[in-house]
């Protein structure tokens, strides 16, 4: 009896400033206000609420029937609780209906786990305050900043107390398996192992409004058959996106609220069927078999490795310079520096400095606020040269 | 003394130094009672009335057939001026003679607006159209002289660098004024051995068809003389100046930065201003002294590929790339901060950033290949290839502050001689070998 397990990414990062090198030492104000503030509206409007009064209505609908997970990011949070309110208070709704699991991860959507582990523990801490805050839920399940994971990260993950870890279903990794069982990660005692089903997933992330993909248009009954078609030979069907593709990457003209409004009733028409949120879906399956990650994988670029974060060497620089600074920052106790240590370690700054071409550099073109990777790369370090001095400044006190 | 200057930047347009000089020439020109007009590619209309120089555009001029018909006669005869240390006696034969006297062909026709053949237009600046603009620059420039000409009698054409000498060459030969070539970069000091002959060969025939060359250090007199064959008694050597009476304001440096160490590079970032040589001294200076900032201002074909090493190097938290400075206050706000400047030119004709650092208090340091150095023998120099010196320099500077300032000092008072009415006079001598009323 096959599960589908839809699991959304919700983020937003704090998007900087242009900082000029006069700017240093003068001026420690770095985001920019109002490009977070339009960008937050502008997908609360398009994505965010339709989205889940959608959700609201499946849930009721299938009374129970169709459940989901989401992981959200503190940054995310932060800026709904500063721009968009409602659209918190409609998460809250969502968790309502017992429905819906929230997963944990790194709170500002850093990759601590691979530079620091300390620090990586902090965050993930005090994301797991905030679930319980705003939700009322422990979460049992993890999955790191963009799903990068390795095995010493799932070790980590079992240490903190999750009973479960999610990971992109990379290719050289499953090898001849499937992503469609629940798995043990390797080195690891009880916790299990889900694998993104990266082919279905893109499908609705990626592929759903191109034209020149042989499965256009995408309609919920061809897809529900193809979910229908892994029956034998799995036991759970994870499907894990950017809750950002509903609404925003794909836009509604594209007809993606009407596949989703119609998709959990196709899935459902054959009565093997049914929805479950991860943890849900781990404690009910078996993990048939131990996958052996002794390196990094995510969900990023067609690598599915670290390069869409670290590859170049701008990249690394900053990473190292970044850092460079853990040591004093988690010593100092100012409210104002420790906010800006936290923002200043998301990924997406990283992101933007990729400099690869073709495919996946268009991806990473339009979500960077930079004209160029170069640009990105001399912005943040303009920013990391004054929080450095800053931090120097309060060490010497 | 009435000068007809041809020119393809002047301010507030400026791409480099090439502007500035003008701008001090003209006006030390001036101030000596020359009657000077500068001619430019294009300009806005608001600049004529601002400037104290008489500025004209060479857009929107009218070019008549006769104009043009003979501007083709001076380019076709050029290449039988190859052989001009030939003697040639014309004989009477059916045979095509190897000279002509192009000056008869002006006649009244050619400034007859009737008979209007073309009007150009410019933008000016370094585009990629560039090699068409001095093209047809050469025609209206040609054009505009004529009629300056006309109206009140010249004495000289004074053309600064190659975009101007094709036009100056052929003004001087419709209107027989001497021309007066100003040679302020060559292309060996842009891009070393491996430059565009098409450009070298405009450098070459324009310095060869002017009757005198000024040439703004011993160095790129050497160039001249070397490297283009011109005859060595045909070539000045004038200085540039600085503007001493520049009202520079004092900035503050921001406390949070009051202790650091700031070592500026602000130039094109090209081959010719040798930024890698800085990259390279910055990286060991900071093996040493790890807070040290490094700061690479300016634009240019080489950006990235610094960028790329400076983050190789792993120093992108100490070394940074603010951009192009935009307005004399970012570019003075530069200096000010800089507890030393450096200008690592591969080859620098003469340099003027480094006097404005002067003026701004920075010490510098500057390569041995760089022309001003010339008429700064306190400054401290170093060859631009040498990184490790560079570097030990470097660091000798931002460890001896005292020593640092002493080098100031003196140059500052060096640059107190270096002014433009100075670099006139030497420009006046330069004409006098050409005109004789000067």
């Not at chain 1, 609908?61 to 800026?79: E, K």
């Not at chain 2, 050619?110 to 410019?122: G, L, R, Y």
């Not at chain 2, 950033?353 to 701004?360: D, F, H, K, M």
């Not at chain 2, 401290?380 to 002493?406: F, G, H, K, S």
Request: charged share 25%; hydrophobic share 40%.
């Amino acid at each position: 009896m096959p599960s589908v397990c839809f699991y959304f990414q919700v983020h937003q990062p704090y998007r900087l400033r242009q900082y000029r090198f006069f700017d240093i030492g003068v001026d420690n104000d770095y985001e920019d206000v109002e490009k977070n503030r339009s960008t937050m509206r502008k997908v609360a409007e398009k994505c965010y609420l339709p989205m889940n009064a959608l959700l609201l209505e499946l849930i009721e609908r299938h009374q129970g029937h169709f459940r989901l997970s989401f992981s959200m990011t503190g940054s995310f949070i932060d800026q709904c609780v500063e721009y968009a309110p409602e659209v918190l208070e409609s998460f809250k709704a969502l968790a309502k209906t017992g429905c819906v699991e929230f997963l944990d991860e790194t709170d500002n959507h850093s990759l601590a786990a691979i530079f620091n582990e300390d620090e990586f523990r902090a965050q993930v801490g005090a994301h797991r305050t905030r679930m319980e805050e705003l939700f009322g839920q422990k979460p049992r399940a993890f999955r790191n900043t963009e799903l990068v994971y390795s095995n010493s990260i799932a070790r980590m993950a079992e240490d903190m107390g999750y009973d479960v870890i999610l990971a992109e279903g990379v290719d050289n990794v499953l090898d001849w398996r499937t992503p469609d069982f629940v798995y043990h990660p390797e080195g690891c005692g009880n916790i299990r192992l889900m694998l993104k089903n990266y082919k279905l997933s893109d499908d609705i992330a990626f592929r759903f409004s191109d034209h020149s993909w042989e499965g256009y248009p995408l309609m919920a009954e061809t897809f529900a058959q193809w979910l229908h078609n892994v029956k034998g030979n799995g036991d759970v069907i994870n499907l894990f996106m950017d809750y950002e593709t509903f609404g925003e990457h794909q836009w509604a003209d594209t007809g993606i609220f009407d596949f989703m409004r119609a998709l959990p009733g196709k899935v459902l028409e054959d009565p093997e069927f049914d929805f479950l949120t991860v943890s849900e879906a781990a404690d009910r399956y078996p993990a048939r078999g131990w996958i052996d990650v002794p390196y990094y994988t995510s969900w990023a670029d067609a690598e599915r490795d670290l390069s869409a974060w670290i590859s170049n060497d701008m990249q690394k620089d900053a990473f190292r310079a970044l850092y460079e600074c853990q040591i004093l920052a988690s010593q100092i106790d100012d409210p104002e520096l420790r906010e800006d240590w936290q923002r200043l370690q998301c990924s997406d700054h990283f992101y933007y400095m990729c400099s690869k071409s073709a495919g996946d550099g268009d991806v990473h073109k339009y979500f960077s606020p930079y004209k160029t990777p170069a640009d990105a790369y001399v912005n943040f370090m303009n920013v990391l040269a004054d929080f450095r001095l800053r931090l120097l400044a309060k060490a010497g006190q | 003394m009435r000068v007809l200057m041809l020119g393809w930047e002047f301010p507030p347009h400026i791409s480099g130094g090439l502007g500035t000089a003008c701008l001090g020439i003209t006006q030390g020109l001036t101030e000596k009672g020359v009657d000077l007009t500068f001619i430019l590619p294009s300009m806005k209309a608001e600049e004529a009335g601002q400037s104290e120089t008489k500025l004209r555009s060479a857009s929107g001029v009218p070019i008549s057939h006769a104009l043009k018909k003979a501007v083709e006669q001076v380019r076709h005869q050029q290449h039988h001026d190859e052989f001009t240390d030939l003697l040639m006696r014309p004989v009477n034969a059916r045979l095509h003679p190897y000279g002509y006297d192009y000056s008869k062909s002006i006649d009244a026709a050619m400034f007859n607006e009737d008979e209007i053949a073309e009007i150009s237009h410019f933008h000016g600046g370094y585009k990629e159209d560039l090699m068409d603009e001095v093209y047809r620059f050469s025609t209206a420039a040609a054009a505009v002289i004529l009629e300056e000409n006309a109206k009140k009698k010249a004495d000289v054409i004074h053309a600064h660098d190659w975009m101007t000498y094709p036009a100056a060459t052929i003004a001087s030969r419709l209107s027989g004024l001497p021309f007066v070539a100003h040679l302020h970069a060559t292309e060996f000091d842009r891009c070393g051995d491996h430059g565009w002959d098409v450009i070298y060969g405009i450098e070459r025939d324009g310095l060869h068809a002017a009757d005198h060359v000024i040439a703004v250090s011993e160095r790129t007199k050497r160039i001249a003389v070397e490297r283009y064959g011109v005859p060595e008694h045909k070539v000045s050597v004038v200085y540039n100046g600085a503007f001493l009476n520049e009202n520079i304001p004092t900035f503050e440096i921001p406390e949070a930065i009051r202790n650091e160490k700031r070592v500026l590079f602000m130039a094109r970032i090209t081959f010719q201003k040798g930024p890698e040589y800085f990259v390279e001294a910055a990286r060991l200076v900071l093996n040493e002294m790890p807070n040290t900032r490094f700061i690479m201002a300016g634009n240019g074909d080489l950006l990235p590929r610094m960028m790329k090493r400076v983050a190789e190097l792993r120093m992108g938290s100490q070394f940074h790339f603010p951009g192009f400075m935009r307005g004399k206050e970012e570019v003075y706000r530069m200096y000010s901060m800089a507890d030393l400047f450096v200008m690592p030119s591969v080859s620098e004709p003469f340099g003027i950033a480094p006097l404005e650092a002067l003026q701004c208090g920075a010490p510098i340091l500057i390569s041995k290949q760089s022309g001003c150095a010339e008429v700064l023998p306190a400054a401290l120099t170093v060859d631009y290839w040498d990184v490790r010196r560079m570097a030990d320099r470097i660091m000798d500077c931002l460890n001896y502050p005292v020593m640092a300032q002493e080098s100031l000092r003196q140059c500052q008072a060096d640059l107190q001689l270096l002014t433009w009415d100075r670099a006139a006079d030497g420009i006046l001598n330069a004409y006098s070998h050409v005109c004789p009323n000067a």
